[in-house]
């Protein structure tokens, strides 16, 4: 079983918890590691750990060629090409920067920026603090009732002073595959950019940047395999070439005289000061794997089971309400967000951890999403390609019995 | 009634019994549905304990020395532990809340097995109930 295969490169899975088995399904908040990417940041560390770009020594250059080749590999990921591939922390860093520099050089005071009720608030609060410091107007682009974003509304909400559009390809919340095609073509031919969050959707949707025309596109290395503290913003050439630097520091410049400054170009413009180059050249394994998993058919067919058997359990029991309903399941990626009528969100995913199932509960860092449902928070389980349809069912059976246990 | 000793003495044995979490969460949801019911105007902000995921209400009635905690959440498994905790603190004078150090809560093993979240939230319990008795 393919699966299988997967599961044993990622020794997290094979741990108990409580004398349970591990059934892992907080994905959305962070993957798991494999051997692959474990072996590439210990193989950094312990045989090429220099400072990158700077020195002439074997060993910094050994690293420099390491960090460049995940560069590549991120490039081939996203369809991009390596010049447009920004490395930073994660997405949230992503956000930061692309608001900052495209703030700087686009924005000013009365323009508007939009996003939309379904985002993280890594995808809002950047553009927030953009719109404070640019004097310009944050607006919001509504969700309707199942979770879809009302794209009728978009051509409206648009007027001649919106700079961006700001976009999950899927919400960590609803899990619902956004149409970012149809939302890119709206704002070009409205004369405005798109800023697209692929933070759960490079996990679970195609990554072509070319193919969906965004403007900039995030995500985060440790939600697809890759180390903690590894991110990319992919940015369009002709734009970021127009974009003034997010920090400044070493590497990020091209001289340095009191009497000028000028700095040097894409994409190590935006990469100022010393770099995470023991974490990124692991992405090249983590992305290689994503792309394994997703092109395996007994994996996406495992994957399109789970998705069919949990929204179907689901939405058959009248006591749960699932957020992020689709018109069809081809829509929905196997990540569900629920309530159950009568029991709080935390005392299900406190008795479900003693099951050994790792569930998120709370907020889910989109605030503005629970008020629009009228809830103080909701329990989601994220599943990843390397999860079965067993631990799929195993999560359905310990959800009733909690709610058993809870209601009586 | 029991001393303040006896009634902590006796949660501990009542919780050790149960070896399995699930089988002491059982018994945190048991504690938290016989809890006096608690009056809906009594649900005010200054009621509400910091610190905590969900919400947790904690009323303090002093009739001379004696305090009476009332308490309610509206998540079980923390309402359950805030039962317990009144149960053993309620109806004791202030000066004998005051004295104690609270630390047969850390024989219960709750600490450890609450999320982080939750710890903060019992530690905030536990502060506001020596706060009130401070008063």
Redesign the interface.
């Known amino acids: 079983m393919a699966s299988e295969h997967f599961r044993k490169q990622f020794p997290q899975l094979g741990e108990k918890v409580?004398g349970k088995t591990l059934v892992y399904l907080d994905n959305a908040a962070t993957s798991q590691r494999p051997l692959q990417v474990l072996d590439k940041w210990e193989e950094m560390s312990s045989r090429f750990n220099a400072n990158i770009h700077r020195a002439v020594h074997r060993l910094a250059d050994s690293a420099t060629q390491e960090y460049e080749s995940a560069r590549d590999a991120v490039a081939g990921f996203l369809n991009a090409s390596r010049d447009e591939i920004v490395f930073t922390s994660g997405t949230t860093m992503s956000a930061n920067m692309a608001a900052f520099i495209f703030g700087e050089r686009f924005v000013s005071e009365g323009d508007e920026i939009i996003v939309t009720e379904a985002e993280h608030h890594s995808n809002i609060v950047p553009w927030h603090m953009m719109c404070q410091r640019r004097k310009a107007v944050l607006k919001v682009l509504p969700v309707d009732e199942s979770g879809h974003l009302d794209v009728a509304a978009l051509d409206d909400l648009i007027s001649d002073r919106t700079r961006i559009v700001c976009v999950a390809q899927i919400s960590n919340v609803l899990g619902l595959r956004n149409p970012v095609r149809e939302i890119s073509d709206i704002c070009h031919r409205r004369g405005c950019r798109i800023f697209v969050d692929g933070a759960q959707g490079a996990v679970h949707e195609k990554t072509d940047v070319r193919e969906l025309d965004c403007d900039f596109y995030a995500f985060s290395g440790h939600k697809i395999y890759a180390p903690t503290g590894t991110g990319v913003l992919y940015c369009k050439k002709e734009l970021l070439e127009q974009l003034p630097p997010y920090m400044g520091g070493g590497e990020m410049i091209e001289s340095v005289k009191w009497s000028e400054i000028t700095y040097t170009r894409i994409p190590h413009r935006f990469e100022a000061g010393t770099q995470n180059f023991n974490g990124v050249p692991a992405l090249k394994p983590a992305l290689e794997i994503a792309r394994e998993m997703r092109e395996d058919s007994s994996t996406t067919e495992e994957q399109r089971r789970i998705t069919k058997y949990v929204y179907s359990s689901l939405m058959r029991d009248p006591e749960i309400r699932l957020f992020g309903v689709p018109r069809h399941l081809e829509e929905k990626v196997p990540l569900f967000s629920f309530c159950v009528r009568g029991?709080?969100h935390?005392?299900i995913a406190?008795?479900m951890?003693?099951?050994g199932v790792a569930l998120r509960s709370?907020q889910m860092c989109a605030e503005p999403l629970m008020d629009r449902f009228g809830v103080?928070?909701m329990l989601r389980a994220s599943f990843a390609p390397y999860n079965t349809l067993a631990e799929a069912e195993y999560f359905v059976e310990s959800l009733h019995k909690a709610i058993k246990?809870?209601k009586? | 009634m029991n001393t303040l000793e006896e009634a902590k003495r006796q949660v501990t044995e009542d919780f050790s019994l149960y070896e399995e979490w699930l089988d002491k969460y059982e018994y945190l949801i048991e504690l938290g549905k016989n809890l006096e019911p608690f009056p809906e105007e009594l649900k005010t902000d200054d009621r509400l304990i910091k610190g905590c995921q969900s919400r947790v209400w904690l009323d303090c009635r002093k009739e001379g020395d004696t305090l009476y905690f009332k308490a309610d959440s509206d998540a079980i498994i923390t309402k359950g532990i805030i039962s317990l905790l009144i149960g053993v603190y309620s109806g004791r004078r202030a000066s004998e809340i005051e004295e104690d150090d609270f630390s047969f809560i850390n024989d219960l093993g709750l600490r450890e097995n609450l999320s982080p979240t939750r710890a903060n939230g019992l530690a905030s319990m536990i502060e506001t109930i020596r706060r009130y008795a401070e008063q």
């Open positions: 409580y029991a709080h935390e005392d406190l008795i951890d003693k099951m709370g103080t928070g246990m809870i009586g």
